[in-house]
């Protein structure tokens, strides 16, 4: 398979785990009454899931496709 096609894949993956990830937290934080729907909340959630997300892909991406990474350098 091309290298760009599977670090396409590998981050469109990403997004949608991140997507779902935050909207099983939010919606369980909506539940709760922890906030309301719509808020300010919802925002902070998806930003710092967005973060943790970004830096879980980076570090696997570095695992995963290491090989990749060493072939292209030389």
């Known amino acids: 398979m091309n290298y760009s096609l599977k670090l396409l894949l590998y981050v469109a993956g990403w997004i949608i785990a ?3 990830f935050s909207s099983i937290i939010n919606s369980g934080l909506i539940i709760t009454h922890v906030y ?3 808020s300010k909340g919802m925002a902070i ?3 710092i899931t967005g973060i943790v997300s ?3 892909g980076y570090s ?3 695992e995963t496709f290491s090989t990749e990474i060493n072939n292209k350098s030389n």
């Open 18 to 20: 991140w997507y779902l």
């Open 36 to 38: 309301l729907a719509g």
């Open 45 to 47: 959630t998806f930003f």
């Open 54 to 56: 970004i830096a879980g």
């Open 60 to 62: 696997l991406y570095n």
